[in-house]
């Protein structure tokens, strides 16, 4: 059924306004910042839950999830161990791949009263729901909204079946642009072979090419090109600024002297350097 049957002309053009707010939206704020404004006048709820899904075998994957004034634990309580989400609004939606609106206080039949229950425990009451997928149908966006202040019907349906292209292509931005601002993730710390960490250790004692020669019983040549292979792993230009990043990487926090080394023998690296 047409929208327009539906909305009066002020309402109307509410929807204008709100299909270019949504046009508008580049953040995650921003895109909070409509739903809490324009979109109130359209849809007066007060909590929802959207996100980027994974679509398989009638079931739903979240892969990015945003949850507004929604209470967390009612996600917690349906995610499965494989990370997809057991709700049958989910597996209708799945299946007719159309906007669902549920009065949970007088409910349409074809609802468990298993699912019913579980929503009015956290009251979600009055369910509008909807989302778009891609030409494949497997990845896509879904939109849920929930204690809405008015009695749902034909108007909330066809309004949503309207709004969800937007919702989506705004998310979508809203999410990029987070993507974007993201802090990069630390470079992973070089991966060091036993006798590299040996070395490391004892270079964080203050240790010469000499001295952890003679710990190690090798000779000073071979320490020399272990700690030049140190150098560049850290990309460190001298020994101090080599332990400092070892610190900084946490490479040092598990080090400990091999007790094999800490014998008596090792008395001698307190000798002077032979000439």
Not at 3 to 8: C, K, S, T
Request: charge should be neutral; glycine fraction near 4%.
């Amino acid at each position: 059924m047409m929208l327009a049957q539906h909305l009066a002309p002020a309402e109307q053009l509410t929807l204008v306004k709100v299909i270019d707010a949504l046009q508008q939206v580049a953040t995650i704020s921003q895109f909070f910042g409509c739903l809490d404004g324009i979109f109130q006048q359209l849809l007066a709820h007060e909590c929802m839950a959207c996100g980027i899904v994974q679509i398989s075998q009638g079931s739903v994957r979240p892969r990015h999830m945003l949850l507004h004034h929604f209470p967390a634990a009612y996600l917690a309580q349906i995610r499965q161990a494989d990370g997809s989400l057991c709700s049958p609004a989910l597996a209708y939606w799945c299946q007719h791949r159309e906007p669902m609106a549920i009065n949970l206080h007088d409910p349409e039949p074809h609802w468990p009263e298993s699912m019913l229950a579980h929503a009015r425990t956290f009251e979600l009451v009055n369910l509008l729901s909807h989302g778009h997928t891609d030409i494949g149908s497997t990845q896509g966006s879904y939109f849920s909204f929930h204690r809405i202040r008015a009695e749902l019907g034909p108007r909330h349906v066809a309004l949503m079946r309207c709004l969800t292209p937007h919702l989506h292509l705004a998310l979508l931005r809203a999410l990029s642009a987070q993507a974007e601002h993201a802090p990069a993730m630390p470079p992973a710390p070089p991966r060091l072979t036993p006798r590299q960490r040996e070395v490391l250790h004892w270079l964080s004692l203050g240790k010469t090419n000499w001295e952890i020669s003679r710990i190690l019983e090798t000779s000073e040549d071979n320490v020399k090109y272990h700690v030049g292979r140190l150098l560049a792993l850290l990309d460190a230009g001298n020994r101090v600024d080599a332990v400092v990043k070892a610190m900084q990487l946490q490479l040092l926090d598990a080090q400990a002297a091999d007790s094999r080394h800490l014998t008596s023998a090792s008395i001698s690296l307190y000798q002077p350097h032979p000439e």
